[in-house]
């Protein structure tokens, strides 16, 4: 009768096949190796450090005023949608006034309301378009501004671990449980500001 293999022996016995037919005997476990880890907030960072500081500020200044001229422009954009809703309703009271009949008068502030009511949209659309480019170029300026204090941080980050010994960095936002013992910010943010 063959005898009766299951997955698990089966890959033992092919593995002690090939070691002796290697001449060897089988493969020991790999010894793991101790890695030591750092946590570094980088948010806190950015927020605490005077280059991190300074860039916040740049953008928020720019920022405030991108949404000053959004805000201004949704201002008359409101603005014009309410007269056009008013026009609209003056033109079918007058026009209920007479009967339900138009008169050459009432047929112009039609065509004037349509007109406007066109600019209106097209006006809305363009609006809609700058906000999508301010967007844009507020993120674009976030990035220009955070890419040199990135470095930084990251240089003397990488400084850190070298004396550290560590062998892995991780920003904080990614851990669910940090030791204080692990954690390196208040030295990133004391090496970033220094000289």
């Known amino acids: 009768m063959a005898p009766n293999f299951t997955a698990r022996s089966w890959l033992c016995a092919l593995a002690l096949t090939v070691a002796a037919t290697a001449g060897t005997a089988p493969l020991a476990a790999p010894a793991q190796a101790e890695v030591k880890i750092g946590i570094v907030d980088l948010q806190k960072v950015l ?11 740049k953008f928020d ?41 138009p008169t050459e008068e009432l047929k112009a502030k039609v065509i004037a309301l ?37 470095e930084t941080i990251k240089t003397k980050v990488d400084a850190i671990a070298k004396e550290r010994g560590l062998g892995v960095v991780l920003n904080r936002q990614v851990a669910i449980y940090v030791s204080e013992a692990l954690d390196i910010t208040g030295e990133v943010i004391k090496r970033c500001d220094g000289p």
């Open 47 to 57: 927020k605490t450090t005077v280059a991190g500081k300074a860039a916040q500020k």
């Open 61 to 101: 200044d720019l920022r405030k005023a991108k949404q000053g001229q959004l805000e201004a422009r949704e201002k008359d954009l409101a603005k014009r949608e309410k007269e056009l809703v008013s026009a609209r309703q003056e033109i079918e009271n007058a026009l209920q006034a007479n009967g339900g009949k």
């Open 114 to 150: 349509q007109d406007k009511g066109r600019k209106f949209e097209g006006d809305v659309l363009e609006h809609e378009k700058k906000k999508r480019e301010i967007v844009d170029e507020l993120a674009k300026k976030e990035s220009e501004l955070l890419k040199p204090i990135e």
